[in-house]
T-cell receptor, first 112, second 112 residues
C-alpha cells in the first residue's frame, strides 16, 4: 500500500535552531505539496512542486523557510532560524494536478 | 473574504441522525471540489469528490451549487465512527499549476 512518509514525526527544538523536515512522496506522483496546520489558521499551503520544479512558494515566509526537491523521492522543508510561532503540524502531500492528494502523517513541530 | 468558508461547529448529533454541512467558495472559476475527512491528530484523507450532478457514496451525499457557490455534504444514519473534522476543498482550475484550497473544517461529534 503506497504511502507518503515523513520524518521526523515529532520535533521539539529551541528558538533559533535549524529544523529540517523530510518527505518521501508516493512513487509516480508528479506534484508534491507542503502544508502547515494550526488550530487558528487551519491547513495552509506553504509550497508545491511539479516534476520537482517549485511552482508556488508564496505561502512560505521567505526569510526563514526553504523548500527543495533534490530528487523525485525526497522533498525537504527547512526552517532557519526557527521561532515559537512556527510550532504547528507540517504535512507533506503528493498527487496529480486537481486530483486527490495523499497526505503523510505529518511532523509535529514545537519550538520553545 | 476567505476563499473557502465553513462553519467550524462542532455539530453534536446522536447516532442515527442525519447531518448536513455546507461550504461556500469565493472563486467562481473553481472547477474541482472535494470533501476530506481528518481524524484527531491524523492526516486529512479524501472522503469523496463532488461532481456537478451530485454524487452518493453509501451514507454520504455530496452536492454542488455553482449558482450560489457552495457545496454540501449530507451524512445519513450517523455512526460514532463518523466523528471527525470534515474539510471542504476547492481548486480554481484544471490547469497544470492548479492547487487545492482547504477550508478550516467542520467538526462533527456523533454521540450515543
Amino acid at each position: 500500500d503506497a504511502r507518503v512518509t515523513q520524518t521526523p514525526r515529532d520535533k521539539v527544538t529551541e528558538m533559533g535552531q535549524e529544523v529540517t523536515m523530510r518527505c518521501q512522496p508516493i512513487l509516480g506522483h508528479n506534484t508534491v505539496f507542503w502544508y502547515r496546520q494550526t488550530m487558528m489558521q487551519g491547513l495552509e499551503l506553504l509550497a508545491y512542486f511539479r516534476n520537482r520544479a517549485p511552482l508556488d512558494d508564496s505561502g512560505m515566509p521567505k526569510d526563514r523557510f526553504s523548500a527543495e526537491m533534490p530528487d523525485a523521492t525526497l522533498a525537504t522543508l527547512k526552517i532557519q532560524p526557527s521561532e515559537p510561532r512556527d510550532s504547528a503540524v507540517y504535512f507533506c502531500a503528493s498527487g496529480f494536478p486537481s486530483r486527490e492528494q495523499f497526505f503523510g502523517p505529518g511532523t509535529r513541530l514545537t519550538v520553545l | 473574504r476567505k476563499e473557502v468558508e465553513q462553519d467550524p461547529g462542532p455539530f453534536n448529533v446522536p447516532e442515527g441522525a442525519t447531518v448536513a454541512f455546507n461550504c461556500t467558495y469565493s472563486n467562481s472559476a473553481s472547477q474541482s471540489f472535494f470533501w476530506y475527512r481528518q481524524d484527531c491528530r491524523k492526516e486529512p484523507k479524501l472522503l469523496m469528490s463532488v461532481y456537478s450532478s451530485g454524487n452518493e457514496d453509501g451514507r454520504f451525499t455530496a452536492q454542488l451549487n455553482r449558482a450560489s457557490q457552495y457545496i454540501s455534504l449530507l451524512i445519513r444514519d450517523s455512526k460514532l465512527s463518523d466523528s471527525a473534522t470534515y474539510l471542504c476543498v476547492v481548486t480554481p482550475n484544471t490547469g497544470t499549476a492548479s492547487k487545492l484550497t482547504f477550508g478550516t473544517g467542520t467538526r462533527l461529534q456523533v454521540t450515543l
